[in-house]
């Protein structure tokens, strides 16, 4: 309870950059591709605020830990990158203002850290 605690206030905070671009962070469980609750809530706002910049391009980057098969690993960020972009197009952003960028597996941003993926809008 304590890390979901942990990861949902993570979540809110993702959503509070200001200036000329906008970043937003969704977590994953370890080894998982499946959008929870929070981080559902969390793709939902950035495809709203997408939508008030409508030249800009959506930049989603992924990332996952390097824990064994590398192989494994690296799909796991691509999978994950699919998913918030799929996500991404069906909250209303379109597909070709979303470039895709997955991470290659490391450890160095913590257990955490290295489970997320990054949702930058870069303003016109």
């Not at 998982?32 to 910049?53: C, F, I, N, R």
């Not at 960020?77 to 952003?93: F, H, M, P, T, Y």
């Not at 979303?98 to 991470?103: F, L």
Request: with cysteine; hydrophobic share 45%.
């Amino acid at each position: 309870m304590r890390r979901l605690s942990l990861v949902l206030g993570l979540c809110l905070l993702a959503g509070c950059a200001d200036g000329p671009s906008r970043k937003y962070v969704v977590f994953f469980t370890r080894d998982s591709t499946a959008l929870e609750d929070p981080a559902l809530w969390v793709v939902q706002h950035a495809a709203e605020q997408a939508g008030q910049y409508p030249l800009s391009v959506v930049t989603v980057e992924g990332y996952a830990s390097a824990h064994g098969d590398l192989s494994a690993d690296a799909l796991l960020a691509i999978d994950r990158v699919k998913k918030v972009s799929g996500q991404l197009v069906a909250d209303g952003v379109k597909a070709d203002r979303i470039r895709q960028r997955p991470r290659a597996p490391a450890n160095e941003d913590g257990a955490v850290g290295s489970r997320r993926v990054e949702i930058e809008i870069a303003a016109p």
